[in-house]
Antibody, heavy 121, light 112 residues
């Protein structure tokens, strides 16, 4: 059974940092690139970042580039999102997801339940 | 890749057809394999999204056949042929052609 469990969300002041974690089970974590997707309250889905299966390639939404860092520990089946210089507009539910490997013709649909990050003074 | 959807919101009677449009600012058709790198997601309140259709028109396992997708290149359509109460949700398109994925803004479907 596939499970993705996010943690680390909470209330943080503007300008501060926060690290999200996502512990994965039920599939071979090291085989797949992984994503973070966020959703501001009452708003749509916004793709945030992707990391390759071995962690060597990372790509970001323009508005978080330089402030957020995606990483992974394949020995711990864990995905991370380190967020620096947080802004009120970063307030959202953050989902980790395995969307497969489109370049290999494989789409997957594995999502966590999300963790809420609130940036407010 | 900027994704747009229309309409923003859609009210449909039970049993009637719902049509949602999605447009990409650039083509998501990969010519070597003739596949459109576009998916459709359904999201209900308090839940993560669920993939309904991949490659623009391939239904995922367990998705009712009243959901269908069409289109190619930059213009796509999701059709719900006979709306059921459980289809009330927000629907998103997603392009995965580019390394930086991007979602459409969503279309909210509700019962008239």
């Amino acid at each position: 059974q596939v499970q993705l469990v996010e943690s680390g969300g909470g209330v943080v002041q503007p300008g501060r940092s926060l690290r999200l974690s996502c512990v994965v089970s039920g599939f071979t974590f090291s085989r797949y690139g992984m994503h973070w997707v966020r959703q501001a309250p009452g708003k749509g889905l916004e793709w945030v970042a992707i990391i390759s299966n071995d962690g060597s390639h990372k790509y970001y939404l323009e508005s978080v580039k330089g402030r957020f860092t995606i990483s992974r520990d394949n020995s711990r089946n864990t995905l991370y999102l380190q967020m620096y210089s947080l802004r009120p507009e970063d307030t959202a539910v953050y989902y980790c997801a395995n969307l497969g490997d489109p370049s290999a013709g494989l789409l997957l649909d594995y999502w966590g339940q999300g963790t809420l990050v609130t940036v407010s003074s | 890749f900027v994704m747009t959807q229309s309409p923003d919101s859609l009210a449909v009677s039970l049993g009637e057809r719902a049509i949602i449009n999605c447009r990409s600012s650039q083509s998501v058709l990969y010519n070597p394999n003739n596949k459109n790198y576009l998916g459709w997601y359904q999201q209900k309140p308090g839940q993560p999204p669920r993939l309904l259709l991949s490659w623009a028109s391939t239904r995922e396992s367990g998705v009712p056949d009243r959901f269908s997708g069409s289109g190619s290149g930059t213009d796509f359509t999701l059709t719900i042929s006979s709306l059921q109460a459980e289809d009330v949700a927000v629907y998103y398109c997603l392009q995965y052609y580019d390394t930086l994925f991007s979602f459409g803004p969503g279309t909210k479907v509700h019962i008239k």
